[in-house]
Each structure stands twice: as C-alpha cells, then as structure tokens.
C-alpha cells in the first residue's frame, strides 16, 4: 500500500503540477483517491502510469493529467452542486466528491453504473448520486447545476446541459469530431454562452441523443 501512495504522489508530481495544473484543493484530492481502486483488478499495477487505460464496455478512464485539468477548468470552490455525464469508472465522480457540495452522475451502460456504485459506496462517497439513463438530456429535476463536467466527447454542446446550467454556470465538454477534440469550456451569461478553447484531446464519444448515434 505504501508503493501505491508513492506512485500516487509521483503521479500528481510529476504529470499533473508538472504539468501546470495548480489548483492546491484540485492537487490534495488526486494525492486522496485511490485511482487504483476504479480500474480492473489486472490492471491495478498501471494505475497511476501517464495513459487511459481500459475499463471494459467500450470505455476507459481517462490519463490522470486530462482529468486534473478539466477538474481545474471548473472553479470548484466546495459550494457547488456539480453535474457529470458518463461516470465510467466512477474516479471522476469520487474527485469532484472531494471538491463541491453534491455531484449528480449519469452513465447509459448499466454495468459500468452499477459497478461505479459499488466502488464508491465501498470507499464512502455518499455525496454522489448516480442515475442511468442518456447524459444528453442532463438530469433536468435536479437542475439547475453550479457546473456540468462531460468526460465523452460531443459533436456539439448539448442545449439540454446549458439549459440546466445556472446563470454564471461553467460546463467543461470535448467538442469535435469522433477521433479529436478540443476541451470547451462554456460560462453561461445573461447575454448568451461564452466559449474558451483549451487543450486538443481525445475521448471516446457521447452517445445519445445530442451526441453521437451508435
């Protein structure tokens, strides 16, 4: 266990405030969960390696360094009721846990779901709820969202999503085509929807309704 700590150290070191990511509670949180403990038992020893790796169903978890930046790009401050679409393996879920008041996750593949449920009751993330169903749509009686963070990628932002974003709401989406994209991020204002480019990326895509179809 003290090898595994070490590695989580070395992770946040080394890929992600070696990278730019300088957000102190941000840090704190990826030095506190366990990646380890969402990805398949065979692939626990490259847990904290520099890469997404695989998760079954289709779907992988994300390298450490995209999910610190993207959880950076969002402001959390501890206050904010947080909206995830696709929970995947749930470590996403369990960081924005340590970060903000509440987070409200939907993921369509129910075996992922229920596993994710699992792993996070085990470890005591009780602020997370999960619902499955299609992430387009959001999750419309629990709106509005301080922040909607989407870890799939989109042809487009989903109007569902702005729609339940809060005035002055931050919504963080990889928008582009099946293969690349680029991180968005979107402030909802009273004038409209201000958009920010950031990093290229690569995510697998958002299937649904306002995304991509199977």
């Known amino acids: 266990?003290?090898?595994?700590?070490?590695?989580?150290?070395?992770?946040?070191?080394?890929?992600?405030?070696?990278?730019?990511?300088?957000?102190?509670?941000?840090?704190?949180?990826?030095?506190?969960?366990?990646?380890?403990?969402?990805?398949?038992?065979?692939?626990?020893?490259?847990?904290?390696?520099?890469?997404?790796?695989?998760?079954?169903?289709?779907?992988?978890?994300?390298?450490?360094?995209?999910?610190a930046l993207m959880t950076e790009m969002l402001g959390l401050t501890g206050t904010e009721r947080v909206l995830e679409i696709g929970t995947g393996s749930g470590y996403q879920a369990a960081i924005l846990a340590e970060l903000c008041e509440k987070v409200f996750t939907v993921e369509r593949i129910k075996p992922l779901a229920d596993r994710a449920r699992q792993t996070l009751d085990r470890l005591g993330y009780t602020k997370v709820a999960l619902k499955i169903f299609d992430g387009t749509y959001g999750w419309k009686e629990m709106s509005p969202f301080d922040v909607i963070i989407v870890t799939a990628a989109s042809p487009d932002v989903p109007q569902p999503l702005v729609e339940q974003l809060k005035d002055g709401g931050r919504l963080v989406i990889p928008v582009g085509d099946r293969y690349s994209q680029d991180l968005v991020k979107v402030v909802k204002t009273d004038k409209g929807v201000v958009r920010t480019l950031s990093v290229p990326v690569v995510f697998v895509p958002l299937i649904g309704a306002y995304g991509w179809k199977e």
């Open 1 to 67: 266990m003290s090898d595994l700590v070490e590695e989580r150290n070395r992770m946040v070191d080394e890929q992600i405030a070696g990278r730019g990511v300088r957000d102190p509670r941000v840090l704190a949180a990826f030095r506190k969960v366990q990646r380890h403990e969402f990805m398949p038992a065979a692939l626990e020893a490259q847990a904290y390696g520099d890469h997404a790796m695989p998760i079954g169903e289709g779907q992988t978890i994300s390298q450490p360094y995209i999910v």
